[in-house]
């Protein structure tokens, strides 16, 4: 590949303010809408993330997004004046699966069970994902991105640079965990805001060297 040539990108935007995301309340397949102030927040956003130079509908290859209302309405207020940006709606990148904690707080998981940790615990019940569940299928979602990525680093016609998502919380911080090739526990130290953008790449022009970019592009800081 030519040195000149921008490596591809993978852009990862967390759904707007809900009023579970601001009480803290664990949201998995719960389907809550985004606030007023969260539709408000990502329609602000949108000229500043989309279009030439930025998140350019013509250079996606890949558009995935969460089922959840949260996530979908995030995608669309983002590409409202872009026309129809042709995109999947999949259970790939839904939002890690509380099981039993559903719509519950940390503080009321501790009191059921008080060193209860996500990253090294899961989630219990018949719906609740262990961590490895988690990973392996969040590294699924990594394997499809960068099979799009090394065709366009290989030159293949008609490739596209980049790929997006458009998802949640902490499947956004497995997914940059696993992206760098770390455990998925390495989640816990990174903070992903509502609305915020992640940017994951590549060191030195190598596909080999995957990097975290940017967290919290243009996020809604509480």
């Not at 509380?98 to 069970?113: A, D, P, R, T, V």
């Not at 065709?151 to 980049?162: S, T």
């Not at 022009?205 to 940017?214: S, Y």
């Amino acid at each position: 590949m030519s040195p000149t040539r921008p490596m591809p990108r993978l852009f990862v935007i967390r759904h707007g303010e809900t009023e579970w995301s601001l009480n803290g309340r664990h949201t998995g397949r719960s389907d809550i809408p985004l606030t007023a102030r969260g539709e408000e927040q990502i329609k602000a956003n949108a000229p500043n993330l989309i279009g030439p130079g930025k998140i350019d509908p013509q250079n996606l290859a890949m558009v995935l997004v969460s089922p959840r209302q949260r996530a979908h309405k995030t995608f669309h207020l983002l590409f409202k004046d872009s026309g129809d940006v042709p995109h999947e709606l999949t259970e790939e990148v839904r939002e890690w699966d509380y099981g039993e904690y559903e719509g519950l707080l940390s503080s009321e998981i501790k009191q059921l069970k008080p060193t209860w940790a996500i990253w090294n615990d899961g989630c219990p019940g018949k719906d609740g994902e262990s961590v490895d569940q988690m990973t392996k299928r969040v590294d699924g979602v990594i394997n499809k991105v960068q099979e799009y990525h090394k065709r366009y680093v290989d030159g293949v016609e008609g490739a596209r640079r980049d790929v997006l998502i458009v998802a949640h919380g902490h499947l956004s911080r497995v997914l940059i965990s696993r992206w760098i090739q770390f455990p998925l526990a390495l989640g816990t130290h990174f903070n992903v805001e509502p609305a915020g953008v992640a940017i994951l790449s590549y060191n030195h022009n190598n596909l080999d060297e995957p990097a975290l970019n940017a967290l919290n592009l243009h996020a809604s800081l509480r």
